[in-house]
Nanobody, 121 residues
Framework: EAQLVESGGGLVQPGGSLRLSCVYS????????MSWVRQAPGKGLEWVST????????YYRNSVKGRATISRDSAKNTLYLQLNNLTTEDTAMYYC??????????????RGQGTQVTVSS
């Protein structure tokens, strides 16, 4: 299974922005739909956004619509998530993942180690 390595998280004030990146180690990135999922303390894994293999976003959770942009660069084997106007509700560990399923409970066959996003004043 390909290795996924996220970066770009950090501590940011409410209203701030972050750009998360995920490097996919493997030859199949361009063929894979990809996802960003997150897990807040005491909560389960939840969908944030998904993108198809062509680079078309296919899902944003309601709470991030209008504030998040998912994208990918197949030449760099990299997935991105731009998050703007962050709120404390966005505080979570963010994971890059592929082969995910589920609605209320998300399961992913492959995900990275995560990058922590903390929104606090």
């Amino acid at each position: 299974e390909a290795q996924l390595v996220e970066s770009g998280g950090g501590l940011v004030q409410p209203g701030g922005s972050l750009r998360l990146s995920c490097v996919y180690s493997g030859a199949t990135f361009s063929k894979k739909p990809m996802s960003w999922v997150r897990q807040a303390p005491g909560k389960g894994l939840e969908w944030v956004s998904t993108i198809d293999s062509r680079g078309v976003p296919t899902y944003y959770r309601n709470s991030v619509k209008g504030r998040a942009t998912i994208s990918r660069d197949s030449a760099k084997n990299t997935l991105y998530l731009q998050l703007n106007n962050l709120t404390t509700e966005d505080t979570a560990m963010y994971y890059c993942a592929n082969d995910c399923s589920g609605v209320s409970v998300v399961n992913c066959n492959n995900r990275g180690q995560g990058t922590q996003v903390t929104v606090s004043s």
